[in-house]
Antibody
Framework: EVQLVESGGGLVQPGRALTLSCSAS????????MSWFRQAPGMGLEWVGL??????????IYAASVVGRFTISRDDSKRIAYLQMESLQAEDSAVYYC?????????WGQGTTVTVSS | AIQMTQSPSSLSASVGDRVTITCRAS??????LGWYQQKPGKAPKLLIY???ILHSGVPSRFSGSGSGANFTLTISSLQPEDFATYYC?????????FGQGTKVEVK
């Protein structure tokens, strides 16, 4: 079964860091571009960024709202994509989803909740 | 960034109704658009990609059309499980951008 599972969310103080993981199974992870999205409580969906497959350079691209604070990486040997978040602010509180981009975002994880609060 | 304007923001409909949701891009995006369904507390699900291609396993009552800047999602006969929020997402350029969402509620 093709599956993505996010982990690492939780309560974090403003200004602190947190790393989310997206574990993949059921497909050849290294072949795919992986994206991160988020959804603040009661709000719409927001694209956070992505990381290309190694075949296409393995490079990340970020939304303007997170550039310089968030880092997306991948470990193809472990089949995991990471979202490292630094200098977290209250407005970063959201459910974070990872997704596989393949003719649309065809596979999504269940999401992990990040709450930034003192 | 490409702006996606989705309308309406909400609508009330009954089972069996035909429902249409539109998305307009601030510039041409070819057919690089997907439609997603999200239910409360759940991850989004892909319905349509490339503006008009039905994702595997999605019921045929869902259809998409359009290209360039104007797109439409149609549900031909609304079913109880279709009450949800729908989003369009352009994958033509970065940053990827969503429409604001359309909540389909019971009339």
């Amino acid at each position: 079964e093709v599956q993505l599972v996010e982990s690492g969310g939780g309560l974090v103080q403003p200004g602190r860091a947190l790393t989310l993981s997206c574990s993949a199974s059921g497909f050849t992870f290294s072949d795919y571009l992986m994206s991160w999205f988020r959804q603040a409580p009661g709000m719409g969906l927001e694209w956070v960024g992505l990381i290309r497959s190694k075949r296409y350079g393995g490079t990340p691209i970020y939304a303007a709202s997170v550039v310089g604070r968030f880092t997306i990486s991948r470990d193809d040997s472990k089949r995991i994509a990471y979202l490292q978040m630094e200098s977290l602010q209250a407005e970063d509180s959201a459910v974070y989803y990872c997704s596989r981009e393949h003719f649309g975002m065809d596979v999504w994880g269940q999401g992990t909740t990040v709450t930034v609060s003192s | 960034a490409i702006q996606m304007t989705q309308s309406p923001s909400s609508l009330s409909a009954s089972v069996g109704d035909r429902v249409t949701i539109t998305c307009r891009a601030s510039q041409g995006i070819r057919s690089d658009l997907g439609w997603y369904q999200q239910k409360p507390g759940k991850a989004p699900k892909l319905l349509i990609y490339a503006a008009s291609i039905l994702h595997s396993g999605v019921p045929s009552r869902f259809s998409g059309s359009g290209s360039g800047a104007n797109f439409t999602l149609t549900i031909s006969s609304l079913q109880p499980e279709d009450f949800a929020t729908y989003y369009c997402l352009q994958d033509y350029d970065y940053p990827r951008t969503f429409g604001q969402g359309t909540k389909v509620e019971v009339k």
